[in-house]
């Protein structure tokens, strides 16, 4: 038997969460540079699944298969697709960097008002939320997706409610009550998204027999498994309703933005970052592998609704006042975008969903944990209680002027690259929504500049006057990240070699041709 | 004698003990009542037992007679701290839980 | 020598690099290097100038492949360079006006604290527009106009603590994006069409694609050249843009960036000519803009404003010029480069004004500057000549040829053009004397500034007059050397494919014309403002020149419609999105709420209550399954 690669990668960010949270009380420091150590070794073991991923080869590698609940058939299958590598690498990449920008976030507090925070359990649920996710995105196995689908919300909730953004306006009571109730929204709304998907998974055992992802998409291609028009539809809707929840496409969305406004910054990049991706990741993996004709069939609506997303979250993005609701609303944006590439049904929309998966996670990042830097600075998350910034600090400054570039897109920048290829995808098959996605080019750059100027320029606010700029610990989280937004955005090779056959195999799965040029279609 | 006469006779002692559960409020007069429906039960198993001419319903019977010995256990022992704690056998009195 | 091409770009790319990363200690040599870099440019492209002259004519052109950007199935980009004729006369003026102005910046920025960054900026400036023009595909030149737009919005909002210059950088940016939308969407099309978008398969292609979407494509080019360019509708940046340091609006908003439009209709020249529609819409944009430009330029009275308002005129000369198809291409470049010398030189020469002005820009309080500033007036002096047409001088070639060749349309367009473009001239005339008067002649209007400092105007350092004084070189004899015997249009016949024109009157009667309206010109800025005083503080003028003043009202539209609207919009959405969307799912939570709030009043703690509820339900439960039966 191989080395049970996939395995591991996922047991070490478990095995380490729950070292990280074994370590004494008062060996806070430990814990801290544990969590950072087991990060790394997590990332290692992804560039090794990466190295070892073979573009030309089988559709999924790697794979792992073991009985687990005989009398139900489910099992533990794992496999990877380019799809799930290029995830993968995404989530061990930027989980030292959320690690490292949160290293003081979950500091015990000075003041008697505040209670005692658990720095341990701070660093082992970020690990966990880790396992978890690379776990989802190497299941096989419709069950065992289910389960950590459901699972990682668990130690997301503690993260939320747990470890609220200390620059909250208003009491400590009221931080309370607002933290508790973006915790509980999100729990609620992913809860009843989940509860959704387990009545379709149930009903999708009760037709196919078994939870085998590869099974089931063989049996369906082959035509050994027939399936009611009306059975694929509702099965469908049963998963898509959780992975829009999940991603988020309006009008599920609201729980974002409390979420994201209530957490501390790496919180939030994990939540808009890492574990909404699940979401648009399942939506390619099983939505479309699952039920191709279905999925065909709800096409239009969900291209709808992308648009709705990513001009309605732009829109509201830009009348935001608080800089973490803004990057959030900014994100629902671009999440329509996603959706919108993987339901183009074209090789360029599906890829360039993928490499906007990956580029959205790292851009967003780069942008909310210097929001974060500059947010634990000053101790507001207002908008309007910043100005000058850039005279004051300019790092800081110009390294949010980049994180916001990449945001809106920029040439050179990693995001323009996927943005584009969604755009091109869109476009060959719907040439009015794919103009209509086009304006979101102008309103990304709306809100960024908006944002930017509003804090940055202009004169120096008094309050503003003592800032720091960024710490060596900060620029250690940055400056890779930009230099990766930037190597993507020159050379996306790596990453599009990867993604390519993965597409071709979801594109033959919904059996979709690209539209031929004009000029060909001509002769 | 028809054994159909005991059904009865386990109806209305049932009956009787339903009644007592209640409405007295006396913890010790509710728990014996509790366990006159026990009885009941009992009897009747032991009647249809009769009737069928097979012993499941005697086994049963066996079976009630070792949780009924359980619950008293179990059941003084709540009753006996409770009074202890409140000076009161009453069921009503014990409301904690109500919000 | 191919491989030269790479290095165009790559040496200001590398001292955008260093500047932007290298921190304080580059803050003394930083001007340095960010120069030196960009003459270094500069060098190569003289060396591949030379190379592509000792060749013939047709192989000119020359292509460097360094790797494949963006490869998903069916959809390839790569980073590779073409530079042929065309490309090539933009690098040269890039380079060439880039390095002169960085040279004049070293003076210029020379007490700003953050000079070094400056560079960093200028550098990545001539990196991405050397990107721009040196593209062998669409997507490439998309790059590199976005990078401009970058670089156009980091310069104009270099002095971030005024709020009015990060608002106009903003708004720069904004109103390009929309443009850029423009040339994203050709792009998209030329994908759908041609299943390319590098530059020769989609130019080979042509004449196999429907009229309708090379037409469509024209159009969406256009989009983009208005935005990058300030045509009408998108050129109310152009005038706000002029919040930057001089220098930048020398470099990027008048002799380089701002014509990257003209460049790339020029270059989509094989779409344009098969799509006569979207010819017709580029011809009237820029005969919109020209006389737009024009007007708006006779009101201001702020000295950059007014250039502005100028620069947008020439180049809706431009526009036009490239609209009229193989006739007119050429001129367009020809006027393009010609144009770059002596408003570059114009923009210096008032930045030196500012600069010994202790930074005024109302030009109602200059007056009577020649004898301080000799130098200054000189070169600016010759640029005025220049732009207003005056026999013999650069400006004077490239715009006779293109009203020469607006008449040559033909028709009752042709006439019509013509005269926007004879119109255009005199006016054209009209407001640079006006600017010559009030600045240079006229007793003096000095007042102090905000701190009550006198103006001592003085000559500026050598580092900025010597640019400014090969600019002037620049504008007066580039139209000769370009114009006489048609050099400039052999040269770059290969792209543009040149065609003669006949114009309906003789070519000779159009210059007469030319010449006589620009003396109209003269002479009526003469009476207004030669010979009667200048007030210090402006009258307040008939209705067309308050509008003029106020660029013709398209910022009260854009604000009206756009910003309040806009406004209006996003707070509505909030709103709704706060209250309806996510309302709903309060208002489920808070009835799920309620709803368990009436239940938990069945809970009365009384063991009996429980008791009676679960006889209740065997009750019930007995009675059912006996019905059930019994039926």
Not at chain 3, 9 to 35: E, F, I, M, N, Q
Not at chain 3, 89 to 102: D, E
Not at chain 3, 271 to 276: E, H, Q, S, T, V
Request: contains cysteine.
């Amino acid at each position: 038997m191989s080395f049970p690669l996939l395995t591991v990668t996922a047991a070490v960010p478990a095995v380490g969460a729950i070292l990280t949270a074994a370590v004494p009380a008062a060996r806070r420091t430990a814990a801290k540079w544990l969590a950072l150590l087991v990060s790394l070794a997590t990332l290692v073991l992804a560039a090794v699944v990466f190295a070892r991923f073979e573009p030309g080869g089988d559709r999924y590698q790697l794979t792992e298969s073991h009985a687990w609940i005989k009398d139900f058939g489910v099992r533990y299958e794992l496999g990877v697709d380019g799809i799930g590598v290029a995830l993968i690498a995404l989530t061990a990449l930027l989980i030292p960097f959320v690690i490292l920008a949160g290293w003081h976030d979950a500091d015990p507090l000075e003041t008697k008002s505040s209670r005692w925070r658990p720095t341990q359990g701070f660093f082992a649920l970020i690990l966990m939320v880790e396992a978890m996710v690379i776990l989802s995105f190497e299941a096989t196995d419709v069950f065992l997706f289910y389960i950590l689908f459901e699972a990682m919300l668990i130690p997301m909730y503690f993260l939320i409610g747990g470890f609220g953004d200390r620059a909250h306006a208003g009491s400590d009571e009221n931080a309370a009550a607002q933290r508790s109730y973006a915790a509980v929204k999100f729990l609620l709304y992913n809860l009843v998204g989940g509860l959704i998907m387990l009545a379709a998974v149930i009903g999708l055992y009760v037709v196919a027999g078994n939870f085998s992802l590869t099974e089931i998409a063989e049996a369906r291609a082959n035509g050994s498994l027939e399936m009611a028009t009306s059975t694929e539809r509702w099965l469908f809707l049963g998963f898509f309703f959780a992975f829009a929840v999940k991603a988020p496409l309006w009008p599920l969305h609201t729980w974002l933005p409390n979420a994201m406004g209530e957490a501390t910054a790496p919180v939030a990049v994990l939540i808009t970052a890492v574990v909404d991706k699940v979401g648009t990741f399942a939506m390619l993996r099983f939505c479309l592998g699952l039920f191709p004709e279905a999925s065909k069939w709800a096409t239009p609506a969900i291209v709808v609704l992308a648009l709705i997303s990513i001009v309605y979250g732009a829109l509201v993005a830009v009348g935001q006042r608080d800089i973490k609701r803004l990057v959030a609303y900014a994100s629902i944006s671009h999440f329509g975008f996603i959706i919108l590439g993987i339901f183009a049904m074209t090789t360029q929309g599906q890829s360039g969903a993928t490499l906007y998966m990956v580029n959205h996670g790292i851009s967003t990042a780069a942008l909310m944990l210097v929001a974060g830097f500059l947010i634990s600075r000053r101790g507001s998350r207002l908008i309007a209680d910043y100005g000058g910034v850039q005279k004051v600090a300019p790092v800081l400054a110009g390294t949010f002027l980049i994180g916001g570039l990449a945001t809106l897109s920029l040439p050179g920048l990693a995001p323009f690259v996927s943005e584009f290829l969604v755009l091109v995808g869109t476009y060959a098959r719907y040439p009015v929504a794919g103009i209509i996605a086009t304006t979101g080019i102008v309103l990304a750059a709306l809100y960024t500049l908006v944002l930017y100027q509003r804090t940055m320029t202009g004169p120096v606010k008094e309050e503003v006057r003592t800032l720091p700029d960024l710490r060596p610990r900060e620029l250690a989280v940055v400056i890779p990240l930009i230099a990766v937004l930037i190597f993507l955005g020159v050379f996306p090779k790596p990453l599009t070699d990867v993604v390519n056959p993965a597409v071709q195999h979801t594109m033959s799965d919904v059996q979709q041709k690209d539209p031929t040029p004009e000029v060909e279609a001509a002769k | 004698m028809n054994p159909v006469n005991y059904l009865y006779l386990a109806a209305l002692l049932f009956t009787i003990g339903a009644a007592g559960v209640l409405i007295r409020r006396n913890a010790i007069v509710v728990f014996m009542c509790v366990e006159l429906m026990l009885n009941a039960c009992n009897l009747a198993f032991v009647t249809f037992s009769r009737m069928h001419g097979n012993l499941d319903g005697q086994i049963i019977a066996f079976f009630t007679m070792v949780v009924a010995a359980a619950e008293v256990v179990v059941g003084l022992a709540i009753i006996v701290s409770v009074f202890r704690a409140r000076h009161s056998a009453s069921v009503d009195d014990a409301s904690l839980m109500k919000l | 020598m191919e491989n030269l091409i790479a290095l165009l770009v790559g040496a200001p790319l590398l001292g955008a690099a260093v500047l932007l990363c290298g921190g304080r200690r580059l803050d003394k040599s930083g001007h340095w290097l960010g120069t030196l870099l960009a003459a270094v440019s500069f060098f190569i492209g003289l060396a591949l100038f030379a190379d592509m002259l000792g060749k013939g004519a047709e192989d000119r052109a020359m292509h460097q492949r360094l790797f494949t950007w963006i490869s998903v199935d069916g959809f390839q980009a790569d980073i590779a360079f073409q530079l042929d004729q065309l490309s090539m006369t933009f690098v040269l003026l890039i380079t060439g006006v880039g390095t002169l102005i960085h040279v004049y910046s070293i003076g210029y920025m020379e007490h700003d604290e953050r000079r070094r960054r400056f560079f960093g900026y200028l550098n990545l400036f001539v990196a991405a527009m050397l990107l721009l023009v040196l593209a062998d595909n669409f997507l490439l030149l998309y790059f590199g106009w976005e990078g401009v737009g970058l670089a156009s919005y980091l310069l104009i909002g270099f002095w971030q603590h005024k709020p009015t210059a990060a608002t106009a950088a903003k708004k720069a940016f904004l109103v390009n994006r929309v443009g850029d939308m423009g040339l994203s969407i050709a792009i998209m099309l030329m994908f759908t069409t041609f299943g390319t978008f590098a530059f020769g398969p989609v130019f080979a292609a042509t004449d196999e694609a429907s009229e309708g979407k090379l037409t469509a494509i024209g159009l969406m080019l256009l989009l983009a050249a208005c935005g990058k360019s300030a045509q009408v509708p998108l050129q109310s940046w152009l005038g706000d843009a002029m919040e930057g340091p001089t220098p930048v609006s020398a470099l990027i908003h008048a002799a380089t960036m701002v014509t990257a439009g003209v460049y790339l209709i020029v270059r989509s020249a094989d779409i344009f000519n098969a799509a006569p529609d979207a010819q017709l819409v580029v011809t009237v944009v820029g005969a919109v803009t020209l006389l737009f430009g024009a007007i708006v330029g006779c009101a201001k009275d702020d000295i950059k404003k007014a250039l502005a308002g100028s620069t947008m005129s020439q180049i809706g000369y431009m526009i036009l010029a490239a609209g009229l198809g193989p006739i007119g291409y050429a001129f367009a470049i020809m006027h393009l480069v010609t144009h770059g010398f002596f408003k570059a030189g114009l923009f210096l020469g008032a930045g030196s004004v500012m600069h010994g002005m202790n930074d005024e820009v109302d030009m109602r309080r200059y007056g009577g500057l020649r004898k301080y500033m000799p130098v200054t007036f000189a070169t600016f002096g010759l640029g005025y000549l220049a732009i207003i047409g005056f026999p013999g001088l650069s400006g004077f070639f490239s715009k006779d040829k293109i009203i020469e060749a607006a008449f040559a349309k033909g028709g009752t367009e042709g006439w019509i053009l013509g005269s926007v473009t004879l119109l255009g001239a005199a006016i054209t005339a009209y407001y640079m004397t006006r600017v010559m008067l009030m600045t240079f002649f006229g007793e003096k209007r000095w007042q102090p500034d905000a701190e009550g400092h006198a103006p001592h105007p003085h000559e500026s350092p050598k580092s900025m007059t010597i640019p400014m004084v090969l600019l002037a070189f620049g504008s007066v004899f580039a139209g000769a050397f370009f114009g006489i015997g048609d050099r400039f249009v052999a040269w770059l016949e290969p792209v543009t494919n040149f065609e003669h024109g006949h114009p309906p009157i003789s070519a000779g009667a159009i210059t007469g014309a030319t010449v006589a309206v620009m003396v109209i010109g003269v002479g009526i800025a003469y009476l207004q403002y030669g010979r009667r005083p200048v007030p210090v503080v402006a009258p307040r003028g008939s209705l067309l020149t308050r509008a003029a003043r106020r660029d013709l009202l398209q910022d009260d539209f854009n604000h009206a419609v756009f910003v309040t609207g806009g406004t209006h919009l996003t707070r509505s959405l909030v709103y709704v999105d706060h209250t309806l969307v996510d309302g709903v799912v309060n208002g489920t939570a808070a009835s799920v709420g309620g709803l368990s709030g009436r239940l938990r009043k069945l809970q009365n703690g009384y063991a009996r209550t429980y008791a009676v509820s679960m006889f209740g339900g065997t009750a019930v439960l007995i009675a059912a399954t006996l019905l059930m039966r019994a039926v």
